[in-house]
């Protein structure tokens, strides 16, 4: 099982930029994805964001051209620049990993974008 930890969330200003990071226990290299989701109050939890180990990427459309997603083998991190952020962004920004079949989650990060 592969623990997960997230940081950089925090307040800023429409149009302001945060990077998210998601620490793993262990090597992720040989993760086959790993991905941010988010879950805004009253809202189900959806996909923002995902990389495959072969670096295949998929975004939500609500974030193309804003946010980016990377990840770094040799720190066992993926993370997450987002810019221009919106109000709409304001969520609980979640880390997530595919591996053998398993999901693990981190404990998750709050984004809070004032208007």
């Known amino acids: 099982q592969v623990h997960l930890a997230e940081s950089g969330g925090g307040l800023v200003q429409a149009g302001g930029s945060l990077r998210l990071s998601c620490a793993a226990s262990r090597s992720i290299f040989s993760i086959y994805a790993m991905g941010w989701y988010r879950q805004a109050p009253g809202k189900q939890r959806e996909s923002v964001a995902v990389i495959t180990s072969g670096g295949l990427i998929n975004y939500a459309d609500s974030v193309k051209g804003r946010f980016t997603i990377s990840r770094d083998n040799a720190k066992n991190t993926v993370y997450l620049q987002m810019n221009s952020l919106k109000p709409e962004d304001t969520a609980v920004y979640y880390c997530?990993?595919?591996?053998?079949?398993?999901?693990?989650w981190g404990q998750g990060t709050q984004v809070t974008v004032s208007s």
């Open positions: 997530n990993s595919i591996m053998g079949g398993k999901i693990s």
